[in-house]
């Protein structure tokens, strides 16, 4: 994460949003990367966007859940379907 020591969480952030989260995630590098990838190559009149690699990584994560099959069950979880 271009030494941003985003490995762990801040601690006052992390109280507050571990009691009011349902879930989260810890993501490796390669889904900010992809995030990157998706977000600067957008699909027909779909908006381009210059995102870092902390910014992107919740585009990574939503891809990566949506396109592998392996994640299906967290998919259902979380209640994302083709109507999402």
């Known amino acids: 994460m271009a030494g941003l020591a985003s490995g762990e969480p801040n601690p006052i952030g992390w ?8 879930n989260f995630f ?6 900010s990367a992809k995030g990157m990838r998706v977000l600067g ?4 009149e ?8 902390s910014g992107s990584v919740p585009m990574g994560l939503l ?11 967290v ?6 379907d083709k109507k999402f």
Do not use: R
């Open 75 to 80: 998919k259902m979880k979380l209640g994302l």
């Open 41 to 44: 190559n957008p699909i027909a």
């Open 26 to 31: 810890s993501c490796d590098d390669s889904i």
């Open 63 to 73: 891809y990566e859940l949506m396109s592998n099959s392996k994640l299906d069950e």
């Open 15 to 22: 109280e507050i949003l571990k009691s009011i989260s349902d």
């Open 46 to 53: 779909d908006v381009k966007v210059i995102g870092g690699e």
